[in-house]
């Protein structure tokens, strides 16, 4: 009788389109099913043009109307956040299934479900519109303006030394769509029993970044911005500038996380710190201990170009040394075969205290990158400074799978022609690299392989080094690496360094073992000899997580040529505090003395850094320093402070987090990448710049409390420098378990049912389910066209079954207000 009734209905007929109507395809649906596929919550799949946008939560009614409460299921959309949102609004009131006709928000052309795969198809203008993939991120309408403001302050002294300082700002500010940089800086140096002072302001520039190229005003230092490969310039220091510059751009591109495809090495003699130099720039650090390593590249830009690393030891600057970062971004478009970065300036600083002979030339520079092969990439590079010419070329070429080579070749008036060659072979569990550069040398003070020899006389010419290193895993617990070289020039001689790693089980411990061996050239006190050293040590798990042990035993050289025999024990524990996030410290014996050095790190809301103090085992002097960052970020009239070490990103959101929960602590999930933890009250969050993102918000713990988070996501575009603002409601919540019925005690079917926390449709019989805030304990339903009603729960008046509120019938009158028991 059901179905013979259905089909009589005169909008049974498919339309012009073929669409089947919903009575249509509900006519062979069981009948005591019908009552709960009309007019009651139902969760379908949701596509639009063809792309999966969700699962949804929606209404169908018999009228061929479709109303959408919200999307439960979004993992594998192919949407972003802002178009679901977008598209639950459009929904958000009952439309016609169809062609559209009126209100046809998002170029919105026709609706249709289909009960057979419970689809609901959104149809819009776009969809024959030819789909290619973005090679750029769209740049954001407004950006966002704020201003990011990075703080850093240094501090070291001690050990007989007057105490030296600096302080950074790293200033980053957006104003529709230009980025503006401003750094101040300002230092303390000993030199000496006397001091030297500084203060300038090395960049001030305004900046703007277009799908393909970039341009910038001001006060800056040219690098290689817009080119993949920056061919090395013996003589090419970089000067503060007042010019124009500008080159292709990548910064709208996605940049890829990897590693350098030559590993950066250093050699330690002892634990000490290597700090990653580009342009005189601090760009990263990292500790060591002793023996030969491989600096971890993949926190490093990308790009091709030259690093200086330094090498500290108890505080002390030991050896410096200059590598090559090769991090290519995969440039392979063969419709995109050149690349370029050009500048005209004079050398100029702006309100620098210092006096430098070099201030007032004209300079300018080009540097083009051509595409000869998607596994060969040509560099040519020219610049004038004043009456010095310098000229610079490379080649990158990838040989093969697993042979990939690189070469400079470089001239300038003042110091001549220099080159340098690397070559990398790689295997599943093999690497060998080798390599031979020719520089020129002129210092006051003799280093071979980066380590600063004493100070005989100075050096002016030519000098040569040709290394090989190779690196092999021989299984999953042990790996072993060799470096050999050679010099020529400043000193003659050769250099080993070995290093052998195991992980093994001890006394039911997790242990890694290492020995490192080295023997190379050093200036002693009289004239050149030989260092040979031994290192083995033991690294210990403790057992409880964050709590290591670390043995040493070892052999090495000393100034006068002797040897020196050590022991040294070192303890690590990562507290992971609100505050203290590591405390470490260390005792060494040595023919000298004894050594004692401890440091922390810490962390809080405001800022994080370092402290550190030790005591030379071979004087007895006591130094220490610290490092301190702080990042501020102001949008419109509110002002947030950072001291979370990823606050290092160019955009960032200011988030509000209000609560009635003590102690709550959240977490904000980036879609690019990024996650911060937040508290109540102010916060500054980092994202990415120039790419559309969304920020979901959960709890830390997996044991979540009972409460609800208003809004759950909140999506960005920024540009760099930008600083938006959001708000988050997060309210304790239970939930409340009833059925709505009106005076006569029927149900209300698909009535809507609304609180602080929650949104929720009655089921056929009036029953629902729903997350309510305890503070507000308050319902409002809306069903059909009759007046909303206000229901107010005395949340102590029900009982609770597994702590759920069982209210009952819960009367819905036409009234402004209606408080129920």
């Not at 089980?505 to 190379?520: I, N, Q, T």
């Not at 987090?657 to 500054?684: K, W």
Request: charged share 20%; with cysteine.
């Amino acid at each position: 009788m059901l179905t013979s009734a259905h089909a009589a209905e005169p909008t049974m007929p498919t339309n012009q389109s073929g669409r089947l109507g919903l009575l249509t395809q509900a006519e062979n649906l069981p009948a005591d099913f019908l009552g709960h596929f009309f007019d009651a919550p139902l969760i379908v799949r949701v596509e639009v043009d063809g792309n999966y946008a969700g699962d949804a939560n929606v209404i169908l009614r018999r009228d061929e109307s479709v109303q959408m409460i919200a999307f439960t299921v979004i993992d594998d959309s192919q949407l972003s956040h802002q178009q679901r949102q977008d598209w639950l609004a459009v929904l958000a009131k009952p439309r016609q299934l169809g062609a559209c006709v009126e209100r046809c928000e998002q170029g919105l052309v026709a609706l249709d479900y289909n009960l057979e795969n419970s689809t609901l198809s959104l149809l819009t203008a776009q969809a024959e519109q030819q789909v290619e993939t973005e090679k750029f991120h769209t740049l954001p309408s407004s950006g966002g303006n704020g201003i990011i403001l990075k703080h850093s302050f240094n501090a070291s002294g001690g050990g007989g030394q007057n105490a030296s300082a600096s302080y950074l700002i790293d200033a980053q500010g957006s104003f529709y769509n230009w980025t503006t940089i401003l750094s101040l800086q300002a230092d303390r140096r000993a030199a000496g029993q006397a001091y030297t002072t500084r203060q300038s302001i090395p960049r001030f520039y305004a900046q703007k970044e277009f799908p393909d190229h970039f341009v910038r005003v001001g006060y800056f230092t040219p690098d290689a911005a817009g080119v993949n490969r920056s061919p090395s310039m013996a003589g090419g220091a970089v000067y503060t500038t007042l010019g124009v510059m500008t080159g292709s751009s990548d910064t709208l591109a996605v940049d890829s996380d990897s590693t350098s495809t030559y590993p950066l090495y250093v050699t330690a003699n002892r634990p000490g710190v290597a700090e990653v130099y580009r342009n005189g720039s601090l760009i990263y650090s990292q500790p060591v201990s002793a023996g030969l390593q491989v600096i971890d590249s993949r926190s490093l830009p990308g790009g091709i170009y030259e690093v200086e690393i330094r090498m500290l030891e108890d505080g002390q600057l030991v050896s410096r040394q200059n590598e090559l970062v090769y991090k290519p971004a995969g440039w392979s478009d063969s419709e995109q075969r050149w690349r370029y970065s050009a500048f005209f300036g004079q050398q100029r600083s702006l309100l620098d205290s210092s006096s430098d002979a070099k201030t007032g030339r004209n300079t300018a520079g080009i540097t083009v990158n051509y595409l000869l092969h998607p596994r060969a990439v040509l560099g040519l590079s020219a610049q004038q400074i004043g009456a010095q010419t310098l000229f610079g070329s490379s080649l990158d070429w990838d040989a093969a799978d697993g042979i990939k080579m690189s070469g400079n070749v470089y001239q300038t008036s003042s110091y001549g022609t220099g080159f340098d060659v690397q070559t990398l072979f790689s295997a599943r569990d093999t690497s060998l690299s080798l390599s031979h550069n020719r520089t020129w040398l002129e210092s006051d003070y003799l280093t071979v392989n980066g380590a600063i020899l004493g100070r005989p006389p100075a050096y002016r010419g030519n000098n040569q080094v040709t290394a090989a290193s190779l690196f092999h895993r021989y299984d999953n617990n042990t790996s072993g690496s060799l470096r050999v070289s050679n010099n020529r020039g400043a000193i003659n001689g050769r250099a080993y360094d070995l290093s052998l790693t195991r992980r093994s089980m001890l006394f039911e411990h997790e242990a890694y073992w290492s020995l490192a061996m080295f023997d190379r050239p050093a200036w002693g006190e009289g004239g050149l000899i030989r260092n040979l050293g031994l290192d083995v040590t033991l690294n210990l798990a403790l057992g409880a997580r964050g709590r290591n042990l670390a043995v040493s035993l070892g052999t090495r050289g000393n100034a006068d040529g002797r040897r020196d025999h050590y022991a040294a024990l070192a303890y690590d524990h990562q507290v992971g505090g609100r505050f203290l996030r590591n405390i470490s410290g260390s005792i060494a014996l040595e023919p000298s003395g004894v050594g004692l050095s401890a440091n922390t790190s810490f962390e809080n809301t405001y800022l994080n850094g370092n402290a550190y103090v030790q005591r030379s085992a071979l004087n007895g002097a006591v130094d220490g320093g610290m490092n301190i960052k702080m990042t501020l970020a102001l949008s419109a009239n509110k002002i947030a402070a950072s001291g979370t070490v990823n606050a290092t990103a160019d955009a960032g959101m200011i988030i509000d987090v209000d609560s009635d929960i003590v102690g709550l602590i959240m977490r904000a999930h980036d879609s690019n990448g990024y996650g911060t933890t937040l508290y109540p009250g102010r916060n500054f969050v980092p994202v990415s710049a120039y790419e559309s993102g969304v920020l979901r918000f959960d709890f830390e713990d997996g044991d979540a409390p009972a409460a609800a988070i208003n809004p759950p996501a909140s999506s960005y575009h920024l540009n760099r420098g930008g600083v938006d603002y959001r708000q988050v409601r997060v309210q304790k919540t239970v939930t409340v378990m009833g059925r709505i019925v009106d005076r006569a005690g029927m149900p209300f079917k698909a009535a809507h049912v609304i609180n602080h926390a929650g949104h929720t449709v009655t089921e056929v019989d009036g029953f629902f389910a729903l997350e309510m805030s305890e503070a507000a304990p308050e319902l409002r339903v809306r069903h059909g066209d009759a007046p909303e009603c206000l229901i107010n729960l005395s949340v102590k008046a029900y009982p609770r079954e597994d702590g759920t509120l069982m209210a009952g019938d819960l009367v819905c009158e036409p009234l402004p207000a209606q408080a129920l028991r």
